[in-house]
T-cell receptor, first 115, second 112 residues
Framework: KAGVTQTPRYLIKTRGQQVTLSCSPISGHRSVSWYQQTPGQGLQFLFE???????NKGNFPGRFSGRQFSNSRSEMNVSTLELGDSALYLCASYKSFDRENTEAFFGQGTRLTVV | GESVGLHLPTLSVQEGDNSIINCAYSNSASDYFIWYKQESGKGPQFIID?????DKRQGQRVTVLLNKTVKHLSLQIAATQPGDSAVYFCAEKSWGDYKLSFGAGTTVTVRA
């Protein structure tokens, strides 16, 4: 079956701009999580969505937002980009984030560079 | 085999040897602990997990040990192969939190 698809793979943006990243989970998976990966901070949780509802949000400023659509696809948006937002943004999908489903399937990520 | 008592950011292993990667976790209320492998240019890939009420679990060539007394998790890889070269992360998960909390990764390099 197809894996988690993230688009685009690479992005270069200028400070102050905004960006939208997309994630298509594995078919049948209803939970989507987003993580930011940087060399200095490692993997940091951004948010998790299930059936279009955000169930948890990480400690990131309000410039970071996300949403999930009825087909479980998810987008995240970063407004007023800063240099420090340069990172690999990873999306993970689960069938459902519960006791019986511990395996997260990650996409290859979107590499965002802010200049 | 190669072993590390404390978490170190890098580990160099001779091909064919066993390797041990360590991780300290912080939340004693975590329900699950998971190991991920991340190869260059790819997202993390699930290796194995262990429930908090277990102390050992084995998979194919891998064993995870959990010591809740000292909040320590380890991943043992038997007969390390070149394809095992990657960054390894431990993660913890609590029910109702809907998130994974990742530890600092360990870069494993397999020497031929």
């Amino acid at each position: 079956k197809a894996g988690v698809t993230q688009t685009p793979r690479y992005l270069i943006k200028t400070r102050g701009q905004q960006v939208t990243l997309s994630c298509s989970p594995i078919s049948g998976h209803r939970s989507v999580s987003w993580y930011q990966q940087t060399p200095g901070q490692g993997l940091q949780f951004l948010f998790e969505y299930f059936s279009e509802t955000q169930r948890n949000k990480g400690n990131f400023p309000g410039r970071f937002s996300g949403r999930q659509f009825s087909n479980s696809r998810s987008e995240m948006n970063v407004s007023t980009l800063e240099l420090g937002d340069s990172a690999l943004y990873l999306c993970a999908s689960y069938k459902s984030f519960d006791r019986e489903n511990t395996e997260a399937f990650f996409g290859q990520g979107t590499r965002l560079t802010v200049v | 085999g190669e072993s590390v008592g404390l978490h170190l950011p890098t580990l160099s292993v001779q091909e064919g040897d066993n390797s041990i990667i360590n991780c300290a976790y912080s939340n004693s209320a975590s329900d699950y602990f998971i190991w991920y492998k991340q190869e260059s240019g790819k997202g993390p890939q699930f290796i194995i997990d262990i429930r908090s009420n277990m102390d050992k679990r084995q998979g194919q060539r891998v064993t995870v040990l959990l010591n809740k007394t000292v909040k320590h998790l380890s991943l043992q890889i038997a007969a390390t192969q070149p394809g095992d070269s990657a960054v390894y992360f431990c993660a913890e998960k609590s029910w109702g939190d809907y998130k994974l909390s990742f530890g600092a990764g360990t870069t494993v390099t397999v020497r031929a």
